[in-house]
């Protein structure tokens, strides 16, 4: 089962240059929380830094407090164990490409020393048809690449691949930015399943897709949330005049 996120007062940097200012917010277990603003508004960095993937980059760092169910992100958890409780898509698949669709499930698990071959079929199939991809590469498991699956597929791989290591919570980045409408139609139709087992937070520029998949939307603007409420409540009537602004399409 998914598990809520708390976020304590999460300043982020740049070298100098701050990315984020006190954002605190909590995503409840088990939904889907969407997060929208303009280009550059601080989205990207935010969810990086839920799973501390912001640090990989030089010059970065970051302050506050995350809390992923009773795991402290940022206090004595090591980088490691938080990456395997928060699975993360990013904005263009990127499943390995020399490897079959079979190895790229197993990946992070092989890499974590899991040998037993039985259960690694099992988890692939499981990760496979949890992210609705089964039916279409089972046939192929180790003979297809990774690389040689539509774009829309690819995703959906890269799903199964943050799904076999058991994650509680899953982050996307803009999941089908790079996707047509029927590809991107399946990934919207995958979170609602996906929301039974895991707590996503899902970074989107279009608000249409917000208001299709999450519960609960945050407008992020210039490295500030903005405001965090139901999605049906931040689409029709916010409290923010800049909320307001950015959703009837007067900037942004």
């Known amino acids: 089962m998914g598990v809520g996120i708390k976020v304590d007062k999460l300043n982020a940097w740049f070298g100098k240059t701050q990315a984020l200012y006190d954002i605190t917010m909590e995503a409840p277990a088990n939904h889907a929380t969407a997060i929208i603003g303009p280009s550059g508004c601080g989205k990207s ?14 010059d970065a760092r970051a302050t506050g407090k995350v809390q992923i169910g009773e795991l402290d992100v940022y206090n004595g958890t090591s980088a ?23 190895d790229n499930v197993a990946a992070g698990l092989k890499l974590n020393g899991f040998h037993d071959h039985k259960r690694l079929d099992e988890i692939v199939e499981r990760s496979l048809k949890l992210s609705a991809l089964w039916d279409e590469v089972k046939d192929n498991l180790r003979k297809k690449s990774g690389a040689s699956l539509s774009g829309g597929q690819q995703q959906r791989l890269c799903i199964a691949r943050a799904l076999a290591v ?22 919207e139709e995958l979170i609602f399943q996906l929301k039974e087992k895991f707590t996503i937070v899902i970074v989107t520029h279009n608000m249409q897709q917000a208001s299709r998949v999450a519960e609960f939307t ?3 603007l210039l490295g500030k ?3 965090l409420d139901k999605t049906e409540k931040i689409f029709t009537t ?5 909320t307001e602004d950015y959703i009837t399409g007067r900037f942004g």
């Open 238 to 242: 916010p409290s923010d005049k800049r």
């Open 45 to 58: 960095t935010f969810v990086r830094c839920l799973n501390r993937m912001h640090e990989t980059v030089p």
């Open 166 to 187: 058991e994650p509680q919570v899953l982050l996307m980045d803009e999941p089908c930015s790079a996707l047509d409408p029927i590809s991107t139609g399946k990934i």
């Open 80 to 102: 490691v164990q938080i990456r395997r409780r928060i699975g993360m898509v990013f904005q263009k698949p990127n499943p390995f490409p020399t490897m079959s669709i079979y």
């Open 225 to 227: 949330l903005i405001e």
């Open 218 to 220: 945050g407008f992020f």
